[in-house]
């Protein structure tokens, strides 16, 4: 779901009895609550009840309750923010990624042109969200990745200081989930952040936003049907989605100064054209009165993009820009669109299924578990990767390119 404006922390964060200690730039700061976790818990039941939660749900939800601390060396590690473009969408927009889309988009054919009906949200935005948020709902029950919520959210509540009203409203609004028997605690399975379900709602999205429409009688990110339809209503309520519009289109500049590729100035399609821009594509722009914006997200060699408000829709879900052109580009490509005409600078393409396949049998056979081998790089195959681009010497940054491939293979 949205991780709007999280405060970015250090990944060397060390965890100490009591409380939390984060290292920047060399000194420690306090991070940890002034009062043990027992003491903060018996005191917010105060703001629980103003709330409206009754005394026997907030027991029910913290009877042995314990925080869970490794959600403070996670906030901020986001790799949208990190990565260089190209790795993070080849990542993403994998083979396995795009096989498994595809059988989820024709198994939820009747239900996608419904919800287009209903909302006039776009079948590709909506297949790219759920690709991108639970892999099409591979892992929204998946151990490695999803977790129970309460003692992620309560740990941030209680220890995150600089946005500690945030967190506390978040935990408030899991309760109110609980109250209103929407949600049961162990059942509420989620990311570090409290995140749920096949399309990543947070507990607020979940309460404000959320839509029956499987027709069970309440709103569950873990319904498919559910998933969806809130967040088509997230993407027009708060995102401002447009129906009828398309998030964006592969340009060409040449000759353009690099000066209006700031993401900023908006124009019509038509005076974009005037000043020279093009569809990548060739031939004529189909939408000339929209209004877009022109970005140039690695400079005018490699693609560029007039981008409409569809796509600031779906950034409206993450702040990260790489994340949105992520989301409309894998479904564009799981619906049977091409790859961008303008490669990336200093790029290389994504591995294929069969070679991911054989990097993770070939790190399986040194003794770094991938999790299996089956093609999808999750977080054991990255942690796998890692591990032995440490051995290499180069950058652990866990992804698996050609070089980690050719690498693999001189081993043997």
Known sequence: MSRAARAAL???????????????????????????FHVWVAEFRAKARARGISDQVYDHVTSGLQPDLSVYAKDGAQPEFREQLWQYLNRRISEWRLITGAAAAKDNAKLLKQLHADYGVEPDVLLGLWGMESAFGELVRDPDHMHPVFPSLAALAWGEPRRRRYWETEYLNALAIVQRGWG??????????GAMGHTQWMPEVWLNLGVAYDGKGYPSP?????????????????GK????????????MAGVPSKYADAKTWRTVEDWAKLGIKPAAGGRFAFTKARTRLWAPVGDEGPCFLLTQNFYAVRSYNPSMNYALAVCYL?????????????????ERALTLAEIQEVQRRLTQIGLDTGGVDGRVGNMTMKAVASFQRRMGVNPDGYAGLDMLAALRKGQ
């Open 222 to 238: 873990y319904s498919v049907a559910d998933a969806l339809a809130g967040s088509s209503r997230y993407l027009i309520k708060r």
């Open 331 to 347: 479904g564009d490509r799981v619906l049977g669109g091409e790859p961008f005409i303008t490669p990336f600078p200093g790029g």
């Open 184 to 193: 049961r605690p162990d059942d509420m399975l989620g990311s570090w952040a």
């Open 241 to 252: 989605y447009q129906r009828g519009l398309p998030w964006g289109i592969e340009v060409t």
């Open 10 to 36: 250090s990944r060397r964060d060390l965890l100490l009895a009591g409380g939390v200690t984060v290292l920047l730039g060399g000194r420690a700061q306090a991070q940890s609550s002034k009062q043990p």
